[in-house]
């Protein structure tokens, strides 16, 4: 991906902060934060990371991840 501008990357973290509800139910529903992130114009999954704890959601690894999805679901498109 080509380097963005600060106003790029600002513009895609303020759309990732206004989804809030439904970043945090794509997150509990098993999908990763390098998933969120590509999907808001990768903003970066480590910063992703950090919002979700500024919201208090509880973070998890890829077993729980796993099994936020279900038996029998395909892991998540990297």
Known sequence: MP???REELTKAR???IANRENVIARYNEGE???SLARSYDYVG????ARQLDA???PR???SA???AR???VPPMPR
């Open 32 to 34: 990763s934060a390098a």
């Open 3 to 5: 380097r963005r501008s």
């Open 70 to 72: 279900g038996p029998g």
């Open 55 to 57: 919201w208090g959601v």
């Open 14 to 16: 303020s759309k990732f």
């Open 45 to 48: 999954d480590g910063w992703v």
């Open 60 to 62: 998890r690894d890829r």
């Open 65 to 67: 991840a796993a099994v």
